[in-house]
């Protein structure tokens, strides 16, 4: 009887959730003692490769069927003792979530431990709750910065003028969105929360070139008189935050599938009208310390393979095979990835962007800790303005063309 009640409040509670999920500061929203159902574990060669954690047992009984779960990104190891469809009591931090089909987040979990049932679970739960000790101990925990505050109707309405905002100014034509379109330039499909604050609407009021080897396709300046829609500043951070918060999705979506524009490719012109007048990219100059800093890092040396680090590597113009062949140069790459989001790129590319044509290094942690450290002095450098990378514009010249 108590535990029908339990799964009674529990299915009660659950759009309550959803929405305390979303209104809440994100990113990382930490979460301690959350009892939740371990549905699926994979495991390949003695290590645990997927996992992932459920609200209910949906077994159990098919009223309680939710497609909400949670993928366990950190944290993986943990779960190598605990059998499938165990109730577990996790500490974990959500990073990134999708609330578009159900709710489907990615965390990194901190500490498991697997109880024998559910009512087990709950009671430790409470236990260890009203524990002062266990309290102290994970207010002291360090947590994620998170940013913005918002309720769940106006992000939602948000998010829909943010895709139709994206819809009327065909990024589709060339970027795959929401899991679904061409590849002519960069995916903007990815899981968690990717760039710098403001980063996104400054780079689509003013696009830069990042990829010195991408051939002959830009960015267009969705700002600029001449394109239609001509996005206005708020439209930019409404654009920005659809990105952000949306385009987080890992399987294709059917929202996207017939477009009436879906012929006329951007690509086509775009490239041919940029090539009337190609942009020189010039390398941004790497001062003396930080060059060294640079050389000093063995976790950075194979990385420099692909991508230019400023002035260290320079890619010909004439090497690269089509757009989006090249790997980014690793002075924007610093500067606009989040050093979550880069962490957590380097351990596995392509589950973060599935699209990603990085290849998994297969970096260790301490690798990983190294690279962020210097991305992070790197960062401190351009605050301190001992760095400046050298932005080269994407500008449309119509001369001759019509
Ligand atoms: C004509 C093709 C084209 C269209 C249309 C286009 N883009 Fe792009 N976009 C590019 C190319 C090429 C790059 C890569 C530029 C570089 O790295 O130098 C890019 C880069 C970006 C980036 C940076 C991604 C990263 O992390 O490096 C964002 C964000 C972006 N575009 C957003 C948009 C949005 C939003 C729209 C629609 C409003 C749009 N793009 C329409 C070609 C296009
Ligand atoms: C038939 C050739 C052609 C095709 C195809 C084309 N464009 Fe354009 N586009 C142009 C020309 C020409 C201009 C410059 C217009 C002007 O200066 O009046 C332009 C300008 C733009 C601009 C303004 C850029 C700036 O910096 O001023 C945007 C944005 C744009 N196009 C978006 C797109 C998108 C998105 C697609 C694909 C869905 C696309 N275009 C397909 C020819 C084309
Ligand atoms: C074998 C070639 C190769 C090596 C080695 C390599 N990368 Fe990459 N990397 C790529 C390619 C290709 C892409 C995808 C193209 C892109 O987005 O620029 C990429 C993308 C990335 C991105 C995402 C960039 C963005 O703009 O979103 C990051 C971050 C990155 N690499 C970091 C590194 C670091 C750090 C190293 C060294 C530890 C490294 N890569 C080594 C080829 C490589």
Same mark, same amino acid.
């Given at each position: 009887?108590?535990h029908? %009640?339990?799964?009674?409040l529990?299915?009660?509670?659950?759009?309550?959730? $959803?929405?305390?999920?979303?209104?809440?500061?994100r990113p990382?929203?930490p979460?301690?003692?959350?009892?939740? %159902?371990?549905q699926?574990k994979?495991?390949?060669?003695?290590d645990?490769?997927?996992?992932?954690?459920?609200?209910?047992?949906?077994?159990?009984?098919?009223?309680? !069927?939710?497609?909400?779960?949670?993928?366990?990104?950190?944290?993986?190891?943990?779960f190598?003792?605990?059998? +499938?469809?165990?109730?577990?009591l996790? +500490?974990y931090?959500?990073?990134?979530?999708?609330?578009?089909?159900? %709710?489907?987040?990615d965390? +990194?979990?901190?500490?498991?431990?697997?109880?024998?049932?559910?009512?087990?679970?709950?009671?430790?739960? /409470?236990?260890?709750?009203?524990?002062?000790?266990? =309290? #102290?101990?994970?207010? &002291?925990?360090?947590?994620? #910065? &998170?940013?913005? !505050?918002?309720?769940?109707?106006?992000?939602?309405?948000? @998010?829909e003028?943010?895709?139709?905002?994206?819809?009327?100014a065909? $990024?589709?034509?060339?970027?795959?969105?929401e899991?679904?379109?061409?590849?002519h330039?960069?995916?903007?499909t990815w899981?968690r929360? #990717?760039?710098?604050?403001?980063?996104?609407?400054h780079?689509? =009021?003013?696009p830069?070139?990042?990829r010195?080897?991408?051939?002959d396709l830009?960015?267009?300046?969705?700002?600029?008189?001449?394109? !239609?829609?001509?996005? #206005?500043t708020?439209e930019l951070?409404?654009?920005?935050?659809?990105l952000?918060?949306?385009?987080?999705?890992?399987?294709?979506?059917?929202r996207y599938?017939? /477009?009436l524009?879906?012929?006329?490719?951007?690509?086509?012109?775009?490239?041919?009208?940029?090539k009337?007048?190609?942009i020189?990219?010039?390398?941004?100059?790497?001062?003396? /310390?930080?060059r060294?800093?640079?050389?000093?890092?063995?976790? @950075?040396?194979? $990385?420099?393979? $692909?991508?230019?680090?400023?002035?260290?590597?320079?890619?010909?113009?004439?090497?690269?095979p089509?757009?989006?062949?090249?790997?980014t140069d690793?002075v924007?790459?610093? /500067? !606009?990835?989040?050093?979550?989001y880069l962490?957590?790129f380097?351990q596995?590319?392509?589950?973060?962007?599935?699209?990603?044509?990085?290849?998994?290094?297969?970096?260790?942690?301490?690798?990983i800790? +190294?690279?962020l450290? %210097?991305?992070?002095?790197?960062k401190?450098?351009i605050?301190?303005?001992n760095?400046?990378?050298?932005r080269?514009?994407?500008?449309?010249k119509k001369?001759g063309?019509?």
């Open positions: 009887m108590r029908y %009640f339990f799964l009674l529990l299915g009660l509670l659950f759009p309550a959730v $959803c929405f305390a999920l979303v209104s809440e500061g990382g929203i979460y301690f003692n959350h009892v939740l %159902f371990l699926q994979i495991v390949e060669n003695n645990v490769v997927a996992v992932s954690l459920a609200y209910s047992d949906p077994g159990e009984d098919e009223r309680w !069927k939710c497609s909400n779960s949670i993928d366990v990104f950190g944290g993986l190891g943990l190598r003792d605990i059998p +499938d469809r165990t109730w577990v996790v +500490d931090e959500l990073q990134s979530i999708l609330i578009d089909n159900g %709710f489907n987040g965390a +990194d979990v901190f500490n498991v431990s697997a109880c024998e049932d559910l009512e087990t679970c709950l009671s430790l739960s /409470e236990e260890r709750n009203s524990d002062p000790q266990a =309290q #102290k101990l994970h207010a &002291s925990r360090p947590r994620a #910065k &998170s940013t913005v !505050k918002a309720n769940f109707e106006t992000i939602q309405e948000q @998010l003028l943010g895709r139709k905002l994206v819809k009327a065909r $990024c589709r034509g060339c970027h795959n969105l899991g679904f379109g061409p590849d330039a960069p995916s903007l899981k929360f #990717k760039y710098e604050e403001h980063w996104l609407e780079y689509i =009021q003013s830069y070139r990042m010195p080897a991408i051939g830009m960015m267009l300046k969705y700002t600029s008189p001449n394109a !239609k829609p001509s996005l #206005k708020e951070s409404i654009v920005a935050k659809y952000t918060n949306v385009a987080t999705a890992s399987a294709p979506s059917d599938l017939r /477009e524009w879906q012929g006329y490719d951007c690509y086509e012109c775009h490239t041919r009208l940029y009337t007048e190609p020189e990219f010039t390398p941004t100059p790497i001062p003396q /310390e930080i060294e800093s640079f050389q000093a890092n063995q976790s @950075l040396q194979q $990385c420099i393979n $692909c991508h230019p680090f400023g002035d260290l590597h320079s890619i010909k113009p004439q090497d690269p089509g757009p989006n062949a090249f790997a690793l924007f790459v610093f /500067e !606009k990835l989040s050093i979550n962490g957590a380097l596995n590319p392509s589950y973060l962007e599935p699209q990603s044509q990085m290849p998994n290094l297969g970096l260790s942690e301490k690798q800790n +190294d690279i450290d %210097f991305a992070r002095g790197f401190g450098a605050e301190n303005g760095l400046s990378p050298n080269t514009y994407y500008e449309m001369d063309i019509n």
